[in-house]
Structures are given as C-alpha cells and as structure tokens.
C-alpha cells in the first residue's frame, strides 16, 4: 500500500513538472474556443432571455443586445472583426448591456480533471468598438466567474477587464484577461459587456466580435501529458525490476 501511494506521488509530480516546463509554451493556434460562436456568425439572438439563469448553457444569452448585419445608422462604417456577415449589437436604454454565455466543464472530457491540478490558466478575450455617432466615455469589458455547482451556484471568483474605446467606429479594441482558473471551478460564465456613462444608450450602440474563452494546458494535452509520464515512469519500473 505504502509503494502504492508513494507511485501515485511519483506519477503527479512527473506530471506537474512536464506541465509546468511545457504547458505554457502550447501553441496558442492549437487552443480550443470553449465559447459557442464566439464570432457571433450564427447564434438566434434577438429576445431578451434573464441573464443570471443556467438556460444561458452554451449559447449566448443577451441583454439589449441583438446580432446585425449592418442597416441601423449606428453600425455604418463597422465592419465585423471576424466573419463577414453578422456581430453582436448592444444598445439599449441603460447605462450598461452584455451578453453572457456558460460553459459547463463536465461536458469537456478531462476538463475537471485539469483544473483541479491547479496549472490550468485561461484567456478571455474579445473585440468592441463603438458605432457611428456614440458621444461620451464608452467602456467595453469581459468579466469572467468560476462556479463550483450549477445554475450559477457556488461562486469562486470573479475577474474582469475594461477598456476606453477610441469612439471610432473602424477600428476594433481587443480587451483581454488572463490569470489562473481555480481548483474546483466547474462551470464558467463569460460576460462581455458594453457601457456608457449617459445612463441611456439608445444612440450609443456598441459592438462586440471575436470572443473566445481558451484555457491552457487544454484538457486533452494534460491527458496525453499524463499518460506520457504513466509509460515513462513504468519503463524506468521494468528496468529497476530486470
Ligand atoms: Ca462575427
Ligand atoms: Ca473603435
């Protein structure tokens, strides 16, 4: 039993040190988009649907926000960042709009598993600008919380960054926040939000494009981490033993 745990102990630090030496240095290009059409190309948006509830399960819930193609005045001269058809339009008659999104890990094989090594960092990231004939201060932000249970219960922690936008509708501003993912965080919810500072937006839309959530190491590269750790660690037993 004692050797036992003592080959257990052997495997995870194996496992840790190869993450910490090359879990970093995982091509960003190789990282998986954990947000549903986080380019905005395809998703129905159009009804309000209540923001705090686990019915926003992978797919974008809105809160005055709507998917346009172009045609209200706001959005001449913005083109999408990504794509080449639709982006997200938030408007509205308050002082501050978003649309959120939550992942359920549990459906990522591995994912617990991952996060629960307590290595797994992640990358929040989008793109806003602001529409045509926007006046006053404009704020874009992605906020990012970790639950432990469902339904957006069990909150951990909430980390956020914000951005001035440069008033010109041409141009798009990437706001992005990084930083670790904590032990026991299984559900995570996504937010990016759009404000003004006249407390009625109606002529202040602004728009977001290009929204992704990746995490590294991904989960499939931890397993395979692992595994080649498992087989390296048994081939270094065969040989004590031979
Ligand atoms: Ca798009
Ligand atoms: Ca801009």
């Known amino acids: 039993m004692k050797s036992l745990k003592l080959n257990t102990l052997f495997i995870t630090l194996i496992t840790a040190s190869i993450l910490a030496v090359f879990g970093a240095a995982l091509p960003a290009q190789a990282q998986t988009n954990l947000l549903v059409d986080g380019g905005f190309e395809s998703n129905p948006l159009g009804a309000y649907i209540p ?14 926000a709507n998917i346009t193609t172009g045609g209200a005045p706001d959005s001449a001269g913005v083109i999408p960042y990504l794509g080449s058809t639709k982006m997200l339009r938030i408007t509205g008659t308050g002082s501050a709009w978003q649309t959120v999104q939550l992942t359920d890990l549990s459906s990522i094989p591995g994912g617990a598993t991952a996060i629960d090594t307590g290595l797994e960092t992640y990358d929040l990231n989008a793109f806003f600008t602001t529409g045509k004939g926007a006046t ?7 906020i990012l919380s970790f639950y432990s249970g469902p339904a957006l219960t069990g909150l951990i ?23 670790t993912v904590p032990i026991g965080t299984r559900y995570f919810l996504s937010q990016v939000v759009y404000r003004d500072n006249t407390g009625q ?18 989960p499939s590269s931890l397993a395979l981490l692992g595994l080649g750790a498992s087989t390296l660690f048994l081939r270094r037993r065969r040989h004590a033993c031979a």
């Open 51 to 64: 923001t705090l509830n686990s019915g926003t399960l992978g797919v974008w819930a809105d809160e005055a």
């Open 201 to 218: 937006m109606g002529t202040n839309a602004g728009f977001v494009d290009a929204a992704s959530l990746t995490v590294i190491p991904e």
């Open 157 to 179: 922690r909430t980390d956020n960054a914000a951005l001035v936008l440069d008033g010109d509708p041409a141009t798009w501003e990437n706001i992005q926040k990084t930083g």
């Open 136 to 142: 006053g201060t404009l704020t874009g932000q992605v």
